[in-house]
C-alpha cells in the first residue's frame, strides 16, 4: 500500500530562520505531490504540487518543494520563516493506481519562536 | 476568491444519533469529496462524488454512511448511529476535473463530537 511519512511531528524555529520539512513516500509509480497547509481553526489550503517537469516547484507564501525521485522525497523549505506561517503542513501523494486519491502524511506543526 | 463551505463548523451529538455534516462545493465544480481526521491521526479519504453518484469509496465509509447533492449548491455526509469513534474534523473539498491536474479544494472542516 502507498504510503507518506513525515518523520517530524513538530519543527519549532526561529522567525527569520529557514526551515525545511520532511516528506517521504512509498511508490513504484508515477506520483503527484502536494503539500497543503493548515492555518489554526482553519481548512486545507493548496501550498504547492508537482505533477511533472522541474523537480524544483514554487508555491505561497514563498515556499517551494524539491521532487526527488532516487529518494522518493518532496521536502518543504522556506528561507526564512515568518510568524504568520505558524501551521500545520501536510504532505499528500496521489497516482493512477489509487484513481487519485489523495494520500495522506501525518502532518507536520511549525512552530515560529519570536 | 471562491470557496468551499462547511456547516455546522462544530457538531455534537450523542452515541447512536444521526448527523448529517453540510458542505457548498465551488459553484462550477464537478467532483466532490469528504475526508475525516481523527485527532492526532492522519487525513483519510471517505467518498469522492461525481454526476450524482458515488464514484469511489474507501473501507471507511460503509454502510452507516451516505453521501447526497439534494439540490444545485449543497453535497451532504449523513452518518446514521453515530459512534465514539465517529469523533473527528470531516472536511468537504471540490474541483473542476479529476485526476493528477486537478486541485482540490477544502472547506474549513466540521469538528464532529459523539458523546
Known amino acids: 500500500a502507498q504510503s507518506v511519512t513525515q518523520l517530524d511531528s513538530q519543527v519549532p524555529v526561529f522567525e527569520e530562520a529557514p526551515v525545511e520539512l520532511r516528506c517521504n513516500y512509498s511508490s513504484s509509480v508515477s506520483v503527484y505531490l502536494f503539500w497543503y497547509v493548515q492555518y489554526p481553526n482553519q481548512g486545507l489550503q493548496l501550498l504547492l504540487k508537482y505533477l511533472s517537469g522541474s523537480t524544483l516547484v514554487k508555491g505561497i507564501n514563498g515556499f517551494e518543494a524539491e521532487f526527488n525521485k532516487s529518494q522518493t522525497s518532496f521536502h518543504l523549505r522556506k528561507p526564512s520563516v515568518h510568524i504568520s506561517d505558524t501551521a500545520e503542513y501536510f504532505c499528500?501523494?496521489?497516482?493512477?493506481?489509487?484513481?487519485?486519491?489523495?494520500?495522506w502524511g501525518a502532518g507536520t506543526k511549525l512552530i515560529i519562536k519570536p | 476568491e471562491p470557496e468551499v463551505t462547511q456547516t455546522p463548523s462544530h457538531q455534537v451529538t450523542q452515541m447512536g444519533q444521526e448527523v448529517i455534516l453540510r458542505c457548498v462545493p465551488i459553484s462550477n465544480h464537478l467532483y466532490f469529496y469528504w475526508y475525516r481526521q481523527i485527532l492526532g491521526q492522519k487525513v483519510e479519504f471517505l467518498v469522492s462524488?461525481?454526476?450524482?453518484?458515488?464514484?469511489?469509496k474507501s473501507e471507511i465509509f460503509d454502510d452507516q454512511f451516505s453521501v447526497e447533492r439534494p439540490d444545485g449548491s449543497n453535497f451532504t455526509l449523513k452518518i446514521r448511529s453515530t459512534k465514539l469513534e465517529d469523533s473527528a474534523m470531516y472536511f468537504c473539498?471540490?474541483?473542476?476535473?479529476?485526476?493528477?491536474?486537478?486541485?482540490?479544494?477544502f472547506g474549513p472542516g466540521t469538528r464532529l463530537t459523539v458523546l
Open positions: 499528500a501523494v496521489s497516482h493512477l493506481d489509487s484513481n487519485y486519491q489523495l494520500i
Open positions: 462524488f461525481y454526476n450524482n453518484e458515488i464514484s469511489e
Open positions: 473539498a471540490s474541483s473542476d476535473s479529476r485526476g493528477a491536474l486537478d486541485t482540490q479544494y
